[in-house]
C-alpha cells in the first residue's frame, strides 16, 4: 500500500502566502509524476500543477508566476508554494503521485486526502 498526505493548508489573508507539501510514503517502487489540483466549492477539480521527476514543471496558465511547484526525491515529498493569494484560490488542495508499489504491477495515480486553503478578503 502506498499513500499521501498532504500538510500546510489553513487561513490567510489575500496577497498572502501559504506552503503546502505532501509526503508520499509505504511500500513504494517508484514516484514518476507529482501534481497538485484543487477543487473549489461547486466547481470541478483543476490541475494547479506538475513535475516530472527531473523536475519539470507545468502549471495551470492562470497560476504561473504565483505558484511554484518543486520536489524532493529523496523525501518522497511535493511541495507547492503559493504566493499573492487571491479569495478564487480557495479551494480543496489535492496531491497526486503516478507511483508503482511493491504489491502492484500496474502504475497508477494515488490521490492525498486534500488540505483546505481559504483565502479571506
Known amino acids: 500500500q502506498a499513500q499521501l498526505v498532504e500538510s500546510g493548508g489553513g487561513l490567510v489573508q489575500a496577497g498572502g502566502s501559504l506552503s503546502l507539501s505532501c509526503a508520499a510514503s509505504?511500500?513504494?517502487?517508484?514516484?514518476?509524476?507529482m501534481a497538485w489540483h484543487r477543487q473549489a466549492p461547486g466547481k470541478q477539480r483543476e490541475l494547479v500543477a506538475h513535475?516530472?521527476?527531473?523536475?519539470?514543471?507545468t502549471y495551470a496558465d492562470s497560476l504561473q508566476g504565483r505558484f511554484t511547484i518543486s520536489r524532493d526525491n529523496a523525501k518522497n515529498t511535493v511541495y507547492l508554494r503559493m504566493n499573492s493569494l487571491k479569495p478564487e484560490d480557495t479551494a480543496v488542495y489535492y496531491c497526486a503521485a503516478v507511483m508503482r508499489i511493491r504489491t502492484s504491477t500496474t502504475v497508477r495515480a494515488y490521490w492525498g486526502q486534500g488540505t483546505q486553503v481559504t483565502v479571506s478578503s
Open positions: 509505504g511500500s513504494i517502487v517508484s514516484i514518476s509524476t
Open positions: 513535475i516530472t521527476t527531473d523536475g519539470i514543471t
